[in-house]
């Protein structure tokens, strides 16, 4: 049965912004699959539904099979509190992909393109102009966000198009008093989200071998419920735990915190709030678009009663204007001063900082920038 799907934020389709509710992506069958191969202890599951396998070649629907390895983290910060399971699946990457495309060229066209030098109601004063290529729906804005919190920085200039579903993904479960307090996802590099997997799996390799992936950056978030209501008219065996979309400014900073650093929910000014159903997927734009996982107020300690979700993301490819221009990630050369890696620890430790104040946003500009002069190996 094809998903079915309820569009969350309109009026920004013009510039390749948008988020939606997919119903239906995932079965029953294939939410148990992926708990039974995560939350099971990253045992095989056994043979994987054949909807997940069909599509996939012979080398991938073995891989399905089995995950591999496992690594679990429990986070008790204030601002984050849930466990999290991280894993790799190139075939499971490519089944989501094949799902996903389709709708997510309905939002965004072939992709986004970044323009120098242009006058633009994107990012006023910016200099930088910025257009979906193909999708160009004005209707009005379901939601007032800050066009320059929207628009994509300097060294995004060129044609981006969508490629390829992260094959790092996350499992994360969310029990009673389990929240994610409001955050932006950042547009990372994939070569860094690889170095991450073979960081805590020194025997993970990626099915495919192209080079081209690691410049590519991801533009969306995607998250797959794999537990929650059966449909609107079902209740779940827990309370709480929406995603909320927030309406955000760069004026005014909005964390929704008070001077001290507290958080204060009545602060919070929501758009869009998806309650968990299971198999539902919610795909949003990462860049200025603040969002959170609410508090789970009631849930039981079982796989089902409580909130499980599948986080990836959709990477994006450069061509064009800016494909080989020098970036952050791509330095005119090795050599750096010794002011030059003594700034990058200093701003690798800032953006540590960062995180644990829950501004992921800065914190990855921080590390992009570190990385470009320490290199994933290269720091002292």
């Known amino acids: 049965m094809e998903p079915q799907r309820e569009e969350l934020l309109v009026g920004y389709e013009h510039l390749g912004v948008s988020a939606f509710l997919l119903r239906g992506l995932f079965s029953e069958a294939e939410c148990d699959f992926v708990l039974d191969s995560t939350l099971g202890g990253a045992a ?42 991280l894993f790799g699946s190139d075939a499971l990457a490519e089944a989501l992909w094949q799902r996903l495309a389709p709708f997510l060229r309905d939002s965004v066209g072939d992709g986004v393109a970044v323009f120098p030098d242009r006058d633009t109601e994107c990012a006023p004063g910016s200099g930088l102009a910025q257009t979906s290529i193909g999708a160009c729906d004005r209707r009005a ?77 991801s533009f969306y978030t995607i998250v797959v419920y794999l537990t929650g209501r059966n449909d609107e008219e079902d209740t779940q065996a827990f309370t709480g735990g929406e995603t909320n979309l927030l309406a955000n400014s760069s004026a005014e900073k909005l964390m929704y915190t008070n001077e001290a650093g507290e958080f204060e929910a009545g602060r919070k000014r929501i758009f869009a709030s998806v309650v968990p159903e299971r198999g539902a997927a919610l795909v949003f734009y990462q860049k200025g678009l603040l969002h959170e996982g609410a508090d789970i107020a009631r849930a039981v300690p079982t796989r089902s009663g409580q909130k499980v979700i599948l986080r990836s993301d959709v990477f994006f490819r450069r061509t064009g204007d800016g494909e080989g221009r020098r970036g952050p990630e791509q330095p005119t050369t090795g050599v750096f001063s010794d002011g030059d890696r003594a700034a990058a620890e200093r701003w690798l430790a800032e953006s540590e900082d960062y995180e644990v104040m829950g501004d992921y946003e800065t914190a990855a500009e921080l590390y992009e920038k570190a990385m470009a002069v320490l290199g994933p190996c290269g720091r002292s």
């Open 141 to 217: 804005p379901s939601a007032r966000l800050e066009l320059g919190d929207l628009a994509l920085p300097a060294d995004f200039v060129g044609e981006w198009r969508p490629h390829f579903c992260n094959p790092k993904f996350e499992v994360m479960a969310y029990p009673e008093g389990g929240c994610f307090r409001p955050h932006v996802d950042a547009n990372l590099l994939y070569r860094e989200r690889l170095q991450e997997l073979s960081d805590e799996f020194p025997d993970f390799q990626e099915e495919h071998h192209d080079v081209e992936r690691l410049t590519c950056r």
């Open 44 to 85: 095989p599951a056994g043979e994987a539904p054949d909807t997940l396998r069909s599509g996939l070649s012979d080398a991938q629907q073995r891989q399905l099979r089995d995950f591999g390895p496992v690594k679990r983290t429990v986070k008790r910060e204030e601002h984050n509190r849930k466990e999290r399971l």
